[in-house]
């Protein structure tokens, strides 16, 4: 938390400065690009042999036995056994863990994109392959690159923007036909009420509200997945890795 006002002015700790103080330095600048472009570059390296994924998100915070971590755990089974399609998830433990976990236990494959955070976030023991990112856009983008699938357990603030920010790249066609399913009817109760306040008032379409399967069945969430991609994709077989380039599957 920040200190109180000093000489009328806010006390602003280091960290937090680097990106509130405006424009730094163009070599400053330019570094940080590289940054970025060597973030993206590890990603591509890292989940580029990983095959066709379906990303589970959801919060760090529910443990085993919890009823969402149970869940989220069925589903991930599924995705590997009825699917035939590798879990991604964040990497970390809670939901993320339960579906990597669910992957593992059904004999499929378990891949994750963690973040480094100061708390919650460590990687989770049933990931066949991940990658530690830096900062969360990047995560995002490669979250959203490997996917044809999105499903949505309950979760907070982090889980929410990774909802919003896929269902709006759907939504404005940056990437299309790609199912987007939401587990957790009572935890979203409110939100999908509050969807149809949105559509009463004219912010959003009737046929944006297509675009989410509200359920609590692993099985109509695969089934209504297996579906949409039946209807919309054909799933092409990935290259192999090139020895000279040092890749890896």
Known sequence: MNKPPQNGRPFINRNEEVWLDGPKS???ELMFLFRVVWQFIKGFRALHFVGPCVTVFGSARFHAGHRYYEEARKVGGLIASDLGMTVMTGGGPGIMEAAN???????GKSVGCNI???MEQHE???LDKFVTIDFFFVRKVL???YSYAFIILPGG??????FFETLTLIQTRKVTNFPIVVMG?????????????????GTISAEDLKLLLFT????EAVEHIRKYLDTNYQVKKRSRPVWWLLERA
Not at 101 to 107: K, P, Q, V
Not at 185 to 201: R, S
């Open 26 to 28: 163009r070599g400053f």
């Open 101 to 107: 976990r669910g992957a593992r236990e059904a004999g």
């Open 116 to 118: 480094e955070l100061p």
């Open 124 to 126: 989770n023991p049933y």
């Open 143 to 145: 979250l959203a690159k």
């Open 157 to 162: 603030f982090g889980t929410m923007d990774e």
């Open 185 to 201: 009817m009572d935890y979203y109760k409110p939100l999908q009420e509050y969807m149809q306040f949105m559509y009463t008032q």
């Open 216 to 219: 609590d069945d692993p099985k």
